[in-house]
């Protein structure tokens, strides 16, 4: 099972853009990467999942190198209502223990105006 | 549409007591998880299942049962409560289509909070 790593916490302003990086240094072969958010009181949201090289949605880019030991989730122009915890899981193939969806401890991102 | 669907939202249990968290999705996911957050901390899996009839422990099993007997319902079993179970519980449930090689996305259920006194 892939453990991740990532920072404790950023700061930011608005109108910034943000990049969170996560470590994931035993990543399977058939590991997909996601990133999730989360505000207080409420169960996480999904935000973006990908396998190699980058990914692009209408909220958010992931970024994911050839060796895919880490990942960087990128805000773009990032406002007050993106603070949250963020956090990467790391997982894959239906079947056996990648069923294991664990996530790591999350990045509180804090926006300022 | 209810999505993942949790009761009860807010439970005080005293030491001992056992109660049932129950979790139901209309969405005819396969994979459905169950995990715990203690105030300021991450998530923590508690118990997770691929499909009726089937399912496996996950980080922090210990004080918890489950049983998956419909694709729809993930019931969490509390035996004995104890102070550290205090926490917020959340269901979520993913698809698990044959074939499929990425996880997905979680849809999370809006929590259980329970404290233990």
């Known amino acids: 099972l892939a453990k991740t790593t990532q920072p404790i916490s950023m700061d930011s302003y608005e109108g910034q853009e943000v990049n969170i990086t996560c470590s994931h240094n035993?990543?399977?072969?058939?590991?997909?990467i996601t990133w999730y958010q989360q505000f207080p009181s409420q169960g996480p949201r999904f935000i973006i999942q990908?396998?190699?090289t980058k990914v692009t949605n209408e909220v958010a880019s992931l970024f994911i190198p050839a060796d895919r030991k880490s990942s960087t989730l990128s805000l773009p122009r990032v406002s007050l209502s993106d603070t949250a915890v963020y956090y990467c899981?790391?997982?894959?193939?239906?079947?056996?223990?990648?069923?294991?969806?664990?996530f790591g401890t999350g990045t509180l991102l804090a926006v300022q105006p | 549409n209810a999505g993942v669907t949790q009761t009860p939202k807010f439970r005080i249990l005293k030491i001992g007591q056992s109660m049932t968290l129950q979790c139901a999705q209309d969405?005819?996911?396969?994979?459905m998880y169950w995990y715990r957050q203690d105030p300021g901390m991450g998530l923590k899996l508690i118990y997770y299942?691929?499909?009726?009839?089937?399912?496996d422990k996950g980080e922090v099993p210990n004080g918890y049962n489950v049983s998956r007997s419909t694709t729809e319902d993930f019931p969490l079993r509390l035996e004995l409560a104890a102070p550290s179970q205090t926490s917020v519980y959340f269901c979520?449930?993913?698809?698990?289509?044959?074939?499929?090689?990425?996880?997905?996305?979680?849809?999370f259920g809006e929590g259980s909070r329970l404290t233990v006194l």
């Open positions: 899981l790391v997982g894959g193939l239906w079947g056996g223990a990648t069923n294991k969806l664990i």
């Open positions: 035993n990543i399977a072969t058939n590991d997909y």
């Open positions: 990908g396998y190699k």
């Open positions: 969405m005819n996911h396969n994979y």
């Open positions: 979520a449930s993913s698809y698990g289509l044959e074939g499929a090689i990425g996880p997905g996305e979680l849809f």
């Open positions: 299942s691929v499909g009726a009839g089937i399912t």
